[in-house]
Structure formats: C-alpha cells, structure tokens
C-alpha cells in the first residue's frame, strides 16, 4: 500500500475531506499556513486529541533551532554590523516565533536569523537547511532586531516551493523538496524588496524588513514589511504592499498604502505629507479569501504613531483593514479602524474569515481584532458592516501643531474583550494601600476614556496613561474561529501604557516631538488596574455577543507571591497573551506565563464555557503557536519553546 492511498484511507476513517484547506479550517491533516489556513482560523478537523487523553500527551522529539549552531561571538568578529548600537543590545536567536507548517509528512520553519530548514515529521531530523546570511547585513529594524513568524509553501502539483522574507529587505523562494534556491526567482532565488520603496535603507540600522510570513494566493505571493519604530524624523519608508510572481519572482502590482498623487485617499494626508511620511505598513500577517480572490490586509501606523502634527488629516489607509483583488491589486474596499492615529492602535494579527448566520441570513465575513479591545465585523465580500458601526466624538489635542481626529469608529457589535480607558474604578483595590499607591501614581498623568490623546511631558505631568496600551489588547498572536459554531476566540491582554512626548534629542530630528512611551506603570510593584490582566474572550459571531470570558490562568508567581497580597484570598489573575489553536473537541491554549510551580502550561479548554479540562506542563516559555498535524495516521501538536537555543517540540500520545 502506498504512502499516499495510506494516508487517504486514515482521513476517510477520520471523516475528514482530503482537499479543503481554503478559509473554513484545516480538514485534510495538514497545516499549509502560519494560522492554519489561508483565512487564518486556526482551526484543525483533528480529533484523535481530547480531553479524556489530553494529559497523556507526550514529547515525541525536539529540534534545536540551527541558529544554535552559530558560535554568535564568532558571528559578531566576521560581521562587524551586527555590533551596531540600537536598541537591541545583542544578536538574539531566542525569537523563534515562526508556526511550522506540515505538509505530506515534512514540518518547514523559518528561525529569527532568517534561515528555513525542513524537518521529518516523524523522527524530528533536519532535511535540509538554507542559510541566506542575511544577519551579514546587520540588526534588522530598531526595536524588533531579529525576529521571523515564519514562511509560506506552494504547490503547482508538481513543483514545490517554500518563500519567505529576510530582516535585510530580500524576498526568497528555495525548492520544498530539496531546499535549493530557485534559480529563476528574481536573482539565483532572491527578490530585493527594497527596489523602488523611497527612503528604505539596507545599510546598518535597517530601517525595512519582512517578520511576518507571506501569504501566497494562486500563484501570487503577497508581501507585507516591518518598518523601524520610534524614529527622530518624520521621513520614513512607506509600507507599500506587492505581489510577485510565484515562478519568476516578477513584480505584479503595488498597492499604495500611502496615496500617492490622484489616488484615492491622497486627500487624507494634508499639506503634501504623503510624500515623505511613512509607515503604514502591514508589519503582521494577512489572510486571502482563495474562492473569490481577495487578500485582506491589516495596516499599520502612520510616522511617527504618538504625534501627528506632521501628518494632519485621517491618513488612509494608515490603520485600516483593506481588501485587494489579489491578481490586479486593485482595492475592492477598505474601514479605517482608527483616525489620524496617536495611539499605535493599529491591526495587530491577521483578520479572521469565517461564514456566519445572522437574523437567518448567510454571511462571509472577516474579523478583525485590534490592540484597543475592539472586534471589526465586516461581509468579506461587500465590506458593509454587519453591525453598525458609530463615530463618536473624543477627546481633543491639546499637542502644539497637532489635530486629532474629532470622533472614532465605534462597533456596536460585539463589545470591547478589554479594559478600556482609564478611571478611578478600575485601579487596583486588593487592598487601600495598593489603591492609595495606584492612586498616587495615577495623579501624575493624564487618564480618562480611551483615545485620550497623547500629551507633552512636563515637571507636573508625565504623559497620558492608555488603556488596554499600545501593546495590550490582541496583539500579533490573533484570534482563532470555529467554523462550525461561529465563535471567535480571541487572547488579549490589559497592560496599561504612558503615552507622552518630547523634543527629540537628535541634532538633525525632522519631527517636533518623539514619542517616551513605557509600560513600567506598577503602584508597589503590581499591575494599576484590577485583574484580569490576561484573558480569553469567545464571542459568538452569529449574534455578536460575547459567549464567555475567563482569565488565562492563575497569574504570574511575581504578583500572586507579592508580600501585599499574602494573606489574600485571590481569585485567577490571568497574565499576557496566550497563542491558541482550535480543533473538533478542544480549544488549546498555551500560556506564556508560568503557574505556581513555575510550570508553562499547555491547557485544553470546553469551547463553550472556557472551563479547564485537562492541562499539562510544556518543557519551557512557548514562544509561537502551537499548530496540529497528522504524522503517519497520527495527531501530533508542534510548538516553539524557549532555550538555548530554543527548540521546536513535537507531542503526540501514546
């Protein structure tokens, strides 16, 4: 029996069809995407996994990163340009955020030094590697330094091809089979993403990248870019986005996130600011639906993302989620999610396709989750909202040469899964001392309802505190849909921030004011508000309604062991972002904070209710998603831990 009519026979007995894998979930025991599938469910037909064996999970092997094989000291003597001074103190390679993807029995991962390799699903041998060197560039983007989410795979049928993006601005394309570059991929398997992008600069800083993996549609690949925050000038790469030819490496269209002269939008960026403004970008992943042809794109801030007084007008299609036909890349439609944004509230994680019932009508819809705790909810199709969404007035700017936006879009359906804003209510009150202490901070800033704007950092005042912050809410992590219930479930996390600005200190600073953000807001060492502080929301997108909500954990052992709250009954606290995948029976989550042991759990919830019915102990922090996969009949869960170096570990049962 071959191979092949094995493993049909295996899918046959599961009830699971061997060809879809479009936007309604993984149904064939594969995992072709970073979420799944191409509209980004996170989602797996797999059941062999439950909760009466969840606990009986096992290691089945660990691979250690390549990366690891680099003596990094070494690596820093040959190439002077990883020393170079910013924000990122060293070469890390503990990044590894990238979800594999398995596919006919071999798992593909990208690593933060921008190298792929191909493994054998079921004994965890290295196949090949490929190594492009791009970290002979230097530190990719201020900020992140070295990071990947991972790459993409394609398949004419006969062909094979794996494509992913470089920190040094390069778009490559290696054989899946043998992992040699395609030599008839732009140049001996490279495109250089940098051509014709004003102000991208490959000379150490780096100021343009690619973290996220493409997305590739038919036979386009769809490219996105990670541009350097917390700039001094108000001159910056703009994030165009672009498809390429799958074969060739060709370019097929450009869509301007930035209008340029006679576009639609142009308008939006006042006293030409179009023209040297930049940003905008799709830093984080996208999703396409493959039927109708449409990739939907979630874009970033505008430069500089505190202050705007260089840019004024709304700034489409800055903080948008944008439809394209993927072969022309011309725009269907677009929502600005967020006006003339001084938040950094853009779309963090790739929109959620998934076809809903509402009043008894079929909808295709895409969601989009947002780090202000708001959930977009739009027909996928038409773009018309399902439910209403209202502009409501906001605070203004009181910023020199600013003007904010006068109202924001506000969904009436489904309610915010975060905190937001920031009153007296919801500071922490454990005890009247913890609520004196985040009193006493609190009346050094600003606070009030979210889009408070920014303000000036002065001897009385220092900034103004957000509410779910600029990296709480969902985040790059995104939510996941079942396809058969409707349910969105969504991560999130409530990590107040302080928004100030201030004179930027470099001589040659093209911007009035910079941004001095932090997130180091803790009265007596605690979090401000009350808990949660980590939470999973699931929301029933067929009425828009929030289903259940529960915190994603007991909390982090630095605050459940704070001497300030020893002697109290706590309830769960939850903490960070967990990274969930969904499949027929469970809904898996892996939490990125430890529990009293100083265990990281990889627990199996009820999708119904969120209750905890079955847990068990990863061997270190995870760091991307968990994914699941048949391997030889079998289903096996894949997930990158932390270590040195960090490692991809594989579990199945029994």
Same mark, same amino acid.
């Given at each position: 029996?071959?191979?092949?009519?094995?493993?049909?026979?295996?899918?046959?007995?599961?009830?699971?069809?061997?060809?879809?894998?479009?936007?309604?979930?993984?149904?064939?025991?594969?995992?072709?995407?970073?979420?799944?599938?191409?509209?980004?469910?996170?989602?797996?037909?797999?059941?062999?996994?439950?909760?009466?064996?969840?606990?009986?999970?096992?290691?089945?092997?660990?691979?250690?990163?390549?990366?690891?094989?680099?003596?990094?000291?070494?690596?820093?003597?040959?190439?002077?340009?990883?020393?170079?001074?910013?924000?990122?103190?060293?070469?890390?390679?503990?990044?590894?955020?990238?979800?594999?993807?398995?596919?006919?029995?071999?798992?593909?991962?990208?690593?933060?030094?921008?190298?792929?390799?191909?493994?054998?699903?079921?004994?965890?041998?290295?196949?090949?590697?490929?190594?492009?060197?791009?970290?002979?560039?230097?530190?990719?983007?201020?900020?992140?330094?070295?990071?990947?989410?991972?790459?993409?795979?394609?398949?004419?049928?006969?062909?094979?091809?794996?494509?992913?993006?470089?920190?040094?601005?390069?778009?490559?394309?290696?054989?899946?089979?043998?992992?040699?570059?395609?030599?008839?991929?732009?140049?001996?398997?490279?495109?250089?993403?940098?051509?014709?992008?004003?102000?991208?600069?490959?000379?150490?800083?780096?100021?343009?990248?690619?973290?996220?993996?493409?997305?590739?549609?038919?036979?386009?690949?769809?490219?996105?870019?990670?541009?350097?925050?917390?700039?001094?000038?108000?001159?910056?790469?703009? #994030?165009? $986005?672009?498809? !390429? *030819?799958?074969? %060739? @490496?060709?370019?097929? /269209?450009?869509?301007?996130?930035? &209008?340029?002269?006679?576009?639609?939008?142009?308008?939006?960026?006042?006293?030409?600011?179009?023209?040297?403004?930049?940003?905008?970008?799709?830093?984080?992943?996208?999703?396409?639906?493959?039927?109708?042809?449409?990739?939907?794109?979630?874009?970033?801030?505008?430069?500089?993302?505190?202050?705007?007084?260089?840019?004024?007008?709304?700034?489409?299609?800055?903080?948008?989620?944008?439809?394209?036909?993927?072969?022309?890349?011309?725009?269907?439609?677009?929502?600005?999610?967020?006006?003339?944004?001084?938040?950094?509230?853009?779309?963090?994680?790739?929109?959620?396709?998934?076809?809903?019932?509402?009043?008894?009508?079929?909808?295709?819809?895409?969601?989009?989750?947002?780090?202000? #705790?708001? $959930?977009?909810? !739009? *027909?996928?199709? %038409? @773009?018309?909202?399902? /439910?209403?969404?209202?502009?409501? &007035?906001?605070?203004?700017?009181?910023?020199?040469?600013?003007?904010?936006?006068?109202?924001?879009?506000?969904?009436?359906?489904?309610?915010?899964?975060?905190?937001?804003?920031?009153?007296?209510?919801?500071?922490?009150?454990?005890?009247?001392?913890?609520?004196?202490?985040?009193?006493?901070?609190?009346?050094?800033?600003?606070?009030?309802?979210?889009?408070?704007?920014?303000?000036?950092?002065?001897?009385?005042?220092?900034?103004?505190?957000?509410?779910?912050?600029?990296?709480?809410?969902?985040?790059?992590?995104?939510?996941?849909?079942?396809?058969?219930?409707?349910?969105?479930?969504?991560?999130?996390?409530?990590?107040?921030?302080?928004?100030?600005?201030?004179?930027?200190?470099?001589?040659?600073?093209?911007?009035?004011?910079?941004?001095?953000?932090?997130?180091?807001?803790?009265?007596?060492?605690? &979090?401000?508000?009350?808990?949660?502080?980590?939470?999973?929301?699931?929301?029933?997108?067929?009425?828009?309604?929030?289903?259940?909500?529960?915190?994603?954990?007991?909390?982090?052992?630095?605050?459940?062991?704070?001497?300030?709250?020893?002697?109290?009954?706590?309830?769960?606290?939850?903490?960070?972002?967990?990274?969930?995948?969904?499949?027929?029976?469970?809904?898996?989550?892996?939490?990125?904070?430890?529990?009293?042991?100083?265990?990281?759990?990889?627990?199996?919830?009820?999708?119904?209710?969120?209750?905890?019915?079955?847990?068990?102990?990863?061997?270190?922090?995870?760091?991307?998603?968990?994914?699941?996969?048949?391997?030889?009949?079998?289903?096996?869960?894949?997930?990158?831990?932390?270590?040195?170096?960090?490692?991809?570990?594989?579990?199945?049962?029994?």
């Amino acid at each position: 029996m071959t191979t092949q009519i094995y493993r049909l026979l295996v899918l046959l007995s599961l009830g699971v069809s061997h060809t879809g894998h479009g936007q309604t979930g993984m149904t064939d025991g594969d995992w072709r995407y970073f979420g799944g599938d191409s509209g980004s469910s996170k989602y797996s037909a797999l059941d062999q996994i439950d909760a009466e064996n969840f606990d009986q999970l096992e290691i089945k092997w660990r691979w250690q990163s390549i990366d690891g094989r680099f003596d990094l000291e070494q690596l820093k003597s040959e190439y002077p340009n990883l020393l170079v001074a910013n924000d990122v103190p060293e070469v890390s390679i503990n990044g590894l955020k990238a979800a594999p993807l398995a596919i006919d029995g071999v798992l593909y991962i990208s690593t933060p030094l921008y190298q792929a390799a191909a493994i054998d699903a079921r004994t965890g041998e290295t196949l090949w590697t490929y190594d492009p060197r791009s970290y002979a560039s230097g530190i990719p983007i201020m900020m992140l330094g070295f990071s990947n989410r991972g790459l993409a795979y394609w398949s004419d049928g006969d062909r094979s091809r794996v494509v992913w993006g470089t920190g040094d601005g390069y778009l490559l394309a290696v054989d899946a089979q043998t992992g040699v570059a395609i030599p008839e991929f732009g140049e001996d398997g490279r495109v250089d993403l940098m051509v014709d992008i004003p102000r991208a600069r490959r000379q150490a800083p780096i100021n343009y990248s690619v973290t996220s993996s493409p997305l590739i549609i038919g036979d386009i690949i769809v490219v996105g870019a990670a541009i350097s925050d917390q700039p001094q000038y108000k001159e910056m790469p703009p #994030g165009h $986005v672009r498809g !390429f *030819d799958i074969y %060739t @490496g060709d370019l097929l /269209w450009t869509f301007h996130t930035i &209008p340029q002269a006679g576009e639609f939008g142009n308008e939006t960026w006042e006293d030409g600011s179009w023209e040297y403004s930049g940003h905008t970008n799709v830093w984080t992943l996208m999703s396409a639906d493959t039927e109708a042809g449409i990739v939907y794109l979630p874009v970033g801030s505008p430069t500089n993302d505190f202050y705007g007084g260089h840019r004024l007008g709304d700034n489409l299609f800055a903080n948008s989620l944008v439809a394209l036909d993927a072969k022309s890349g011309e725009r269907l439609w677009h929502f600005q999610m967020v006006h003339h944004d001084l938040w950094d509230s853009d779309p963090p994680a790739a929109p959620n396709l998934i076809d809903i019932s509402v009043d008894g009508a079929v909808i295709k819809a895409v969601a989009q989750v947002t780090k202000h #705790g708001f $959930v977009f909810v !739009f *027909d996928r199709i %038409t @773009g018309e909202p399902v /439910w209403p969404i209202e502009e409501r &007035p906001v605070p203004a700017s009181d910023v020199p040469g600013e003007r904010s936006s006068p109202t924001q879009p506000f969904p009436s359906k489904p309610p915010p899964f975060d905190r937001q804003g920031l009153g007296v209510d919801d500071l922490i009150d454990f005890t009247p001392q913890l609520r004196n202490a985040a009193l006493a901070l609190v009346e050094q800033h600003r606070t009030g309802p979210m889009f408070t704007p920014p303000s000036l950092l002065t001897a009385s005042s220092f900034g103004t505190i957000n509410v779910p912050g600029y990296i709480g809410g969902a985040n790059w992590t995104g939510a996941g849909i079942d396809p058969e219930s409707g349910i969105l479930y969504i991560p999130s996390a409530t990590i107040p921030s302080r928004s100030g600005l201030a004179a930027p200190t470099a001589a040659d600073a093209t911007l009035n004011y910079v941004r001095d953000v932090t997130t180091d807001l803790r009265p007596s060492g605690l &979090p401000l508000t009350k808990p949660p502080y980590g939470r999973i929301t699931a929301i029933d997108l067929n009425i828009g309604s929030i289903l259940w909500q529960v915190p994603n954990g007991s909390g982090s052992p630095g605050v459940r062991n704070h001497p300030a709250l020893a002697d109290l009954e706590l309830p769960p606290l939850g903490n960070g972002r967990d990274q969930v995948l969904i499949t027929k029976s469970l809904l898996i989550s892996a939490q990125t904070t430890p529990n009293e042991e100083g265990v990281y759990p990889l627990v199996a919830r009820d999708k119904q209710t969120g209750a905890t019915l079955a847990e068990l102990g990863l061997p270190a922090q995870p760091i991307g998603p968990p994914v699941t996969y048949l391997n030889n009949g079998r289903q096996q869960l894949a997930i990158t831990v932390r270590g040195t170096p960090p490692e991809l570990v594989v579990m199945g049962l029994p």
